[in-house]
């Protein structure tokens, strides 16, 4: 599955450091699924590192997903694009898109039915714990995220507060994977990102 259990997503706010960097150190680790999220910058500055990440993530056969820029994700050749619910209506998206990989944030069961029935290849849903890293509202909870998995028929990526002390109980609550930021990019990249590896291979 091109999730792989564990996606990074890029986050200059959250991580600091030089975003190349950090993302080369993640896929030297053993991560292959990346999401880029850039907040800030021209829409120019934006193309221009996603060409940067694209070129690197082709070099270690991972995979790269854009956030909220359809066109964006095209002109790089991405592998496809995240949506949250205030993007590019998920329908336009896919006719961009093609039968590139397509995301959408969720944040209930309603917009997670929603999703899948407009035709996303994976959900996103959270957050789950508590978290810094993006104002997304109160917790969700692993009983939630249950239900979501249960009552879904594509991936769900399980976001929002997920670090190696809790990735557990996340994956046995159904996720198909987990999206990370701050337990990956908090002190030790490399050290960070191989834990998450390894712990996931119990559930691979």
Do not use: W
Request: hydrophobic share 45%; net charge neutral; aromatic share 6%.
């Amino acid at each position: 599955m091109y999730l792989n259990g564990i996606c990074f997503i890029t986050d200059e706010s959250s991580c600091g450091g030089v975003l190349y960097e950090m993302v080369f150190t993640v896929l030297k680790a053993g991560i292959s699924f990346i999401q880029h999220r850039q907040k800030e910058g021209t829409r120019r500055e934006i193309y221009e590192e996603a060409l940067k990440l694209r070129k690197l993530t082709r070099y270690f056969n991972a995979t790269l997903i854009i956030n909220d820029h359809a066109d964006i994700a095209l002109s790089v050749d991405a592998d496809g694009v995240h949506l949250g619910q205030d993007d590019l209506p998920l329908a336009e998206a896919r006719r961009i898109m093609g039968k590139k990989i397509i995301g959408v944030s969720t944040h209930n069961p309603e917009q997670a039915r929603a999703a899948e029935a407009g035709g996303a290849d994976y959900i996103g849903f959270g957050p789950v714990f508590e978290t810094k890293t993006k104002d997304a509202g109160a917790p969700k909870g692993v009983n939630n995220l249950r239900l979501i998995a249960q009552n879904a028929r594509i991936p769900v990526v399980a976001i929002g507060g997920v670090n190696i002390d809790n990735i557990a109980s996340v994956m046995q609550a159904g996720a198909g994977a987990v999206a990370v930021v701050s337990a990956i990019c908090s002190g030790d990249v490399a050290a960070n990102a191989e834990k998450f590896v390894a712990v996931m291979k119990n559930f691979q």
